[in-house]
């Protein structure tokens, strides 16, 4: 029976793939727990669409600074080489591609890499976009960090979106409790997969068709 | 002599219409100019349409002028913040208008409106509800969205240090959207903590020039 990885886990994974000096915006929730498995002997800037690059770890308690917020509206630090800078230079740099990745999480993913991740389209919600629809069409590199099901076991990679996009074709690749997969020109492909399940019991929670990488991998990572 | 001190919110704030178009600097609670804002109610102005990232939080503030249900419409990226309550009530009530847009779009819109364009194209938004009723425009064989500017009647942001020429700097990330809603207001009124006395900032620290802005109101943090 394979062990599906915890969210903890899939973080770890996706920290172990941000390389040495990269410009990386963490999506607010699930995607944020990625910067506490950055491996030490890596420089990375994180940014925040509010205005900062170098975000640093939260403050100890009385130390906050209401001034020093991230893009989820929680306290956080600067490192040393980070900057401030007004909303409309922060777009810029999403928008202009000089972000080098950006993870986020998402409701559902097409075949092609559509992302839905700000709309179960439920009109009795407050609709609420944020910077996520930027982020998706201007980062150079979008992962996805998702479990492959919903809790009620619907099936979140499918042929075309159910729910309002975010951004078209944009994704480029999911790391997920079960696989990592790659959206290539012809589809998803599976990268990495756990031990204990294979490309027809992966299939079984995707609706879009899979296909398995001749150089695949198993998917590993620690106990957390 | 130029000089944009204003003796009270109540001074700075005169002559604003009903009508009125208010931009709002801040996102979350940092770089709202508060007391600025929480003048307004004091002010009566109605019917306004309020642009800001998001849509106030508890009762004060932004959400403390909402509740006076003298706003007719809200303009914002994301209006369901941890401690948004009066605004998803009158939301849930029909009591106002809501246009959601693209935080990045917000933004460059507001400093399109400052910079005097007529609009930008962007990425943001193609192929989702937020393309609905826009132009489309393919250039070097991209798709971009036409968005159009934001200008303000009036606009409000809180700086760190103003001079008497109205030259501001901020504070860490309550810059936000402070620089961009400071070039788009008609009338552009800033609060600021601290008042520099001996003639001008050092330009070297300077992010809004004083042209930007024409009353300056020192408040306590």
Request: charged share 25%; net charge negative; hydrophobic share 40%.
């Amino acid at each position: 029976m394979a062990k599906p990885l915890s969210r903890l886990q899939i973080a770890w994974r996706i920290a172990q793939d941000i390389p040495d000096g990269a410009y990386v915006n963490l999506g607010i929730g699930m995607p944020e727990m990625v910067a506490n498995y950055l491996p030490d002997d890596r420089e990375v800037m994180l940014h925040s669409e509010n205005g900062i690059l170098g975000l640093g770890p939260s403050p100890a308690d009385g130390e906050e600074d209401w001034d020093l917020i991230n893009a989820g509206k929680k306290p956080v630090t600067l490192v040393e080489g980070g900057s401030y800078f007004h909303h409309t230079d922060s777009f810029a740099m999403v928008r202009g591609g000089h972000l080098d990745l950006c993870v986020l999480g998402a409701y559902q993913v097409s075949a092609e890499g559509d992302l839905a991740n700000w709309s179960t389209g439920d009109e009795s919600r407050l609709p609420a976009i944020g910077g996520a629809m930027d982020l998706a069409m201007g980062a150079r590199g979008i992962y996805v960090m998702m479990e492959l099901c919903t809790r009620k076991g619907a099936p979140k990679i499918l042929e075309r979106c159910t729910y309002p996009l975010t951004g078209e074709r944009c994704v480029n690749r999911i790391y997920s409790d079960y696989a990592v997969i790659d959206i290539a020109e012809d589809g998803p492909v599976v990268r990495e997969t756990i031990d204990g399940i294979d490309l027809a019991g992966l299939q079984d929670k995707a609706e879009a068709r899979l296909r398995l990488a001749e150089d695949w991998r198993t998917l590993t990572a620690p106990d957390l | 002599m130029i000089d944009k001190i204003a003796r009270s919110v109540a001074d700075a704030l005169e002559g604003i219409e009903d009508g009125s178009t208010v931009l709002i600097g801040g996102f979350g609670e940092a770089g709202v100019p508060n007391v600025l804002v929480e003048g307004m109610v004091e002010q009566g102005a109605r019917d306004l349409v309020l642009v800001n990232n998001n849509a106030g939080v508890g009762r004060h503030g932004i959400a403390a002028l909402l509740e006076t249900g003298r706003v007719r419409k809200m303009i914002c990226s994301f209006p369901r913040s941890v401690g948004s309550v009066v605004f998803p009530e009158l939301y849930a009530a029909g009591k106002i208008e809501l246009e959601v847009v693209p935080q990045g779009t917000l933004s460059e819109r507001i400093r399109a409106g400052g910079a005097g364009l007529g609009g930008f194209f962007t990425p943001t938004g193609v192929g989702t509800q937020v393309a609905d009723g826009k132009e489309v425009r393919r250039i070097d064989g991209k798709d971009y969205l036409l968005e159009l500017p934001i200008r303000g009647d009036v606009a409000l942001v809180k700086g760190h240090v103003a001079d008497r020429f109205g030259n501001l700097t901020y504070r860490k990330a309550a810059r936000n959207f402070g620089p961009s809603v400071a070039m788009a207001g008609r009338r552009t009124i800033a609060e600021v903590s601290e008042i520099h006395e001996n003639g001008g900032l050092d330009p070297e620290r300077i992010v809004t020039p004083g042209i930007f802005v024409d009353a300056v109101v020192k408040v306590e943090r």
